[in-house]
């Protein structure tokens, strides 16, 4: 098959955290970043926003709502239409594979046993840490986690309308939504599946930086998360890779 061209999006207020997620995804085979800034945080002062061969930054209101992150989701794929496929993701979201496979080999394999496809919904595992951990660990400190019947999504840029869900996007008529067993997905929330590939959603990564995204104006107060979740949802990674 022709070569295939995979960028990722992400709408973040915690840039300070990006340099080992795009290490990550790079070492997944993705060839572009396209990282979207909320523009009501302060910017990090050891942190270089030049754009690169690789990455490219762009300011964006978020509006204290999920309607300015699916607005950005729409424009990257408005923007970047010579991408096959763009993932939609957050900074706090690691792509995963059995055996290490890359991006472009999942995809490879998913066409050789499905046929070509539009998007790929991909199912979270919450990980977190039973003891907790009170500050961030490396990604692959966190091995404990339950599965979670919501996607993210992989889409082909081209196909898609809007999203009225930042999980799900709606795509043009006749096109192919599919899991990673071939099964029709018509929503942001499924049947979980994780056999070859899942979204490490590091939800709850540590005990100071939950304290932080609690108190910080923005997301997590629109969503009105509370302390004692942190444990609550630590207790539940009950699984363990």
Same mark, same amino acid.
């Given at each position: 098959?022709?070569?295939?061209?995979?960028?990722?999006?992400?709408?973040?207020?915690?840039?300070?955290?990006?340099?080992?997620?795009?290490?990550?995804?790079?070492?997944?085979?993705?060839?572009?970043?396209?990282?979207?800034?909320?523009?009501?945080?302060? /910017?990090?002062?050891?942190?270089?926003?030049?754009?690169?061969?690789?990455?490219?930054?762009?300011?964006?209101?978020?509006?204290? /709502?999920?309607?300015?992150?699916?607005?950005?989701?729409?424009?990257?794929?408005?923007?970047?239409?010579?991408?096959?496929?763009?993932?939609?993701?957050? !900074?706090?979201?690691?792509?995963?594979?059995?055996?290490?496979?890359?991006?472009?080999?999942?995809?490879?394999?998913?066409?050789?046993?499905?046929?070509?496809?539009?998007?790929?919904?991909?199912?979270?595992?919450?990980?977190? /840490?039973?003891? !907790?951990?009170?500050?961030?660990?490396? =990604?692959?400190?966190?091995?404990?986690?339950?599965?979670?019947?919501?996607?993210?999504?992989?889409?082909?840029?081209?196909?898609?309308?809007?999203?009225?869900?930042?999980?799900?996007?709606?795509?043009?008529?006749?096109?192919?939504?599919?899991?990673?067993?071939?099964?029709?997905?018509?929503?942001?929330?499924?049947?979980?599946?994780?056999?070859?590939?899942? =979204?490490?959603?590091?939800?709850?990564? !540590?005990?100071?930086?939950?304290?932080?995204?609690?108190?910080?104006?923005?997301?997590?107060?629109?969503?009105?998360?509370?302390?004692?979740?942190?444990?609550?949802?630590?207790? !539940?990674?009950?699984?363990?890779?």
């Amino acid at each position: 098959m022709a070569k295939i061209k995979v960028g990722i999006h992400t709408l973040t207020n915690e840039p300070e955290y990006l340099t080992e997620w795009v290490n990550h995804y790079r070492n997944y085979g993705f060839d572009h970043f396209f990282v979207y800034l909320d523009s009501s945080i302060v /910017s990090e002062p050891n942190i270089d926003y030049s754009n690169t061969d690789y990455l490219t930054y762009k300011v964006w209101d978020c509006k204290n /709502s999920p309607q300015g992150q699916m607005r950005a989701q729409e424009d990257c794929c408005k923007n970047n239409q010579d991408y096959d496929y763009i993932l939609m993701i957050d !900074s706090d979201e690691y792509l995963m594979t059995k055996n290490n496979m890359n991006i472009k080999q999942v995809i490879e394999n998913l066409y050789y046993i499905h046929g070509d496809f539009d998007a790929l919904a991909l199912y979270w595992r919450f990980y977190g /840490s039973n003891p !907790s951990f009170l500050d961030r660990q490396p =990604i692959e400190n966190y091995r404990q986690w339950h599965p979670n019947n919501h996607i993210k999504s992989l889409v082909n840029p081209k196909k898609v309308i809007r999203f009225n869900d930042p999980h799900f996007a709606t795509l043009l008529p006749n096109t192919k939504y599919i899991d990673e067993l071939g099964r029709k997905v018509t929503s942001p929330i499924g049947n979980h599946t994780s056999e070859n590939i899942w =979204i490490k959603h590091t939800y709850t990564r !540590s005990k100071s930086e939950w304290e932080k995204k609690v108190n910080r104006k923005g997301w997590y107060e629109f969503y009105g998360r509370k302390m004692e979740e942190f444990e609550n949802y630590n207790k !539940s990674c009950v699984n363990s890779d």
